[in-house]
């Protein structure tokens, strides 16, 4: 299994205008949001396959890095929460949450990728879309003075070119 930080940096090479950056932090939780409410939808004797993927998730961070892992807990439920309560709606009203959210997700993000200039991640590794979150997550601690030993190892796999040229082009 691949460290966090290599992860980082991989997901890093594609992300390094704080603009493309910005577009994600609302981007990814807006897809994340309309996945979880989609996924919410079916359910059996209480249980969502959203709640399997949250669960999923959380223990593939938890692996990944402890503390981080667990930071993620709360923005995972919350989503996880009003995922499951909207899914109640009215059919019209959950699927159209759901487009609006889902499309202007991807909208938002991909006008980071145009302003930097750079392609999206997930087009040369779909895996990067289950390690944004935590990324993000990552950069609002290294922002806050935190993780500062997880900060300077992701630096250094980006300035010595292991991911060089990633998303380029």
């Not at 966090?4 to 994340?32: C, E, F, K, Q």
């Not at 990944?64 to 919350?78: H, I, K, S, T």
């Not at 145009?114 to 950069?139: C, K, M």
């Not at 900060?151 to 990633?166: E, I, N, P, T, W």
Request: glycine share 10%.
């Amino acid at each position: 299994m691949r460290s966090l930080s290599d992860h980082m940096a991989s997901y890093g090479a594609y992300h390094r205008d704080p603009r493309n950056r910005a577009t994600h932090y609302v981007g990814v939780p807006l897809i994340i949001f309309a996945v979880l409410l989609a996924l919410s939808v079916p359910r059996w004797q209480g249980l969502t396959p959203a709640m399997g993927l949250v669960a999923i998730c959380g223990l593939y961070y938890l692996m990944l890095d402890l503390r981080l892992g667990l930071a993620m807990v709360v923005p995972a439920l919350l989503l996880l929460w009003g995922a499951d309560a909207l899914a109640g709606a009215a059919p019209l009203v959950t699927w159209g949450v759901f487009a609006v959210a889902f499309l202007g997700g991807w909208a938002i993000q991909l006008l980071g990728h145009r302003i930097e200039g750079n392609r999206p991640a997930l087009l040369d590794n779909l895996f990067q879309t289950v390690v944004s979150p935590i990324f993000l997550l990552a950069e609002a601690a290294f922002a806050l003075g935190m993780r500062d030993e997880l900060r300077k190892q992701v630096a250094s796999r980006l300035r010595m070119g292991d991911f060089a040229g990633a998303g380029r082009g």
